[in-house]
């Protein structure tokens, strides 16, 4: 007997007519590479006019629009003012271009749906394979864990959790860390990225526990002052345990003393932990890979590859060398995620084990697509060629009188000012202009106290030429702006 109130089939949201989807996809996807195709024929920036500022303040749309006018308002409102971080001469904080490659496989990615949490599936078989691949880059064992985080502010703290974790035992994850009564103290120089600070704050020990230890002329951790300030807070009564050593700080691209680093923390019992979001994917050159040495012997490394690795937004890692030590940080047993030996709930341990994150998209995908699509060697070449744009950017603004060059360019990063007396207001005014005209986009940042305009060539699609037209426009707006 069927059932008289069985509902009837109902509509999906899935298309009526998959003809009529299929011609506006492909369209959309010839759109957006003619897009890419045709970067350089943009300004780099583009502010929003007032009125389509504005317009993004309409109530929730109730009804439907036809698909075609909501992609032909995207073509208007939204994708002509991206930030421009795609584009040839796009050179401030540090943010990939990505590629066309990575492009296509989050579309792929987007098609499948994943749910990288967790269970046995391909997805995660991907995920464990690029975590592999980072094991191997990074000089670490085989069994090491890594997962895809959104970036390296999230896996910094990731592996701060973890250290905390490793060091006051399980029962901290329980009782927190107040109830050991240890005064745990971490170490960083002061070039680390201010995301360490905040990691610090919200694993609950406080900024006030991080010692931000001076450089030296490099911008390297100072050793010496280093070793002072651990010896000074174990007389204290403090805890020296978590130890941060930078492969590529943000605003110069300095690489700390990393060898030196994994000694120190060995003979202090600290967890040395590196912040390599700018740096450690650099480790694919053969040319610039002795320079990260040290960096194998890390207990956890926090990376980007949509920075270096030109993945696109957003594919921060971490990986951890100890995995149970992993594990345990975050691993949460659950009634409605109970392992299984077989069957879909199998595959354990998961990723959500290993971090923070349960709903998780297909962030290796595009990884994935890229590292064999164009082989690491090509990737840690274009990395190679971003600092030896660097350097020809240095050498000519050591051959420019009108030009000062802040900090010796480690990597990639060109720090640099318009000589004028009053110089810090001169330059800010001087970037904000050459956004604002769309001639190219450096950033800001303070060295030694002074304003610099900061070149951060990390974008693969950057040309000799638009480093020229980045000297062009700073030397043609300094002597208007003085
Ligand atoms: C050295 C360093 N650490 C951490 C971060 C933060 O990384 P993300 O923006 O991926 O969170 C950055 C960002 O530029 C960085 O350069």
């Known amino acids: ?23 506006l996809g492909h369209r959309m996807l010839d759109d957006m590479l003619d897009h890419m195709a045709q970067l350089r024929e943009r300004p780099v920036w583009t502010q929003l006019p007032d009125e389509v500022r504005a317009s993004f303040r309409e109530a929730l749309p109730t009804a439907a629009t036809p698909l075609d006018a909501v992609y032909r308002d995207f073509l208007t409102r939204i994708e002509p003012y991206s930030a421009g971080n795609t584009h ?34 391909a997805a995660i078989e991907v995920e464990r394979q690029i975590a592999l691949w980072s094991a191997e880059l990074l000089g670490f064992p085989e069994t090491a864990s890594g997962i895809f985080v959104t970036g390296t502010s999230i896996a910094n703290f990731i592996a701060l959790t973890v250290a905390r974790t490793a060091r006051l035992g399980f029962a901290s994850r329980r009782d927190g860390i107040a109830a050991s009564g240890q005064k745990l103290s971490a170490y960083a ?5 201010s995301c360490i600070r905040q990691a610090m704050e919200l694993a609950g020990f406080g900024s006030e526990a991080l010692r931000l230890i001076p450089t030296d002329a490099a911008h390297r951790i100072d050793l010496a002052a280093l ?3 651990i010896a000074r807070d174990r007389e204290a009564g403090a805890i020296p345990f978590f130890l941060v050593g930078n492969a590529g700080t943000v605003d110069t691209g300095a690489i700390d003393d990393l060898e030196a680093l994994a000694s120190l923390a060995r003979e202090e019992k600290l967890w040395f932990h590196i912040d390599g979001a700018l740096g450690a994917l650099a480790m694919l050159s053969p040319e610039l890979r002795p ?13 980007d590859f949509h920075k270096f690795g030109q993945i696109p937004y957003d594919a921060g890692f971490i990986l951890v060398r100890d995995s149970e030590q992993h594990r345990a940080a975050f ?13 879909l709930a199998g595959g354990s341990p998961w ?20 590292l064999k699509a164009y082989g690491s060697e090509r990737i840690g070449a274009e990395i190679a060629r971003s600092c030896e744009l660097a350097r020809y950017l240095e050498r000519r603004i050591a051959a420019e ?8 360019a480690a990597l990639n990063i060109v720090c640099f000012r318009y000589r004028a007396a009053d110089a810090d207001r001169l330059n800010a005014e001087l970037v904000a202009e050459l956004h604002e005209r769309g001639i190219a986009a450096p950033s800001t940042t303070m060295i030694n106290g002074r304003v610099a305009i900061r070149a951060c060539l990390i974008n693969h699609r950057i040309q000799p030429e638009d480093i020229d037209a980045l000297l062009g426009g700073v030397l043609g707006l300094g002597q208007t702006l003085r």
């Open 291 to 303: 320079r990260f040495k040290g960096i194998e012997r890390a207990e956890s490394i926090a990376f």
């Open 189 to 193: 120089s002061a070039a680390a990225h």
């Open 227 to 229: 070793r002072t300030a």
């Open 351 to 370: 990723p959500c084990d290993f971090g923070p994150d349960l709903s998780r998209g297909f962030r290796a995908l595009k990884t994935w697509f890229t």
């Open 331 to 343: 691993a949460s047993p659950a009634a409605y995620l109970w392992r299984e030996a077989r069957g």
């Open 1 to 23: 007997m069927s059932d008289p109130g069985r509902p009837k089939a109902g509509p999906t949201l899935d298309p009526d007519n998959w003809s009529e989807l299929r011609r």
């Open 401 to 408: 009188p009108r030009l000062e060059l802040l900090a010796p």
């Open 88 to 121: 040839p001469r796009f050179m401030g904080w540090v943010q990939g271009g990505g590629t066309a490659i990575g492009a296509l496989a989050e579309m792929l990615a987007a098609g499948m749906n994943a749910n990288c949490g967790g269970r046995d599936h």
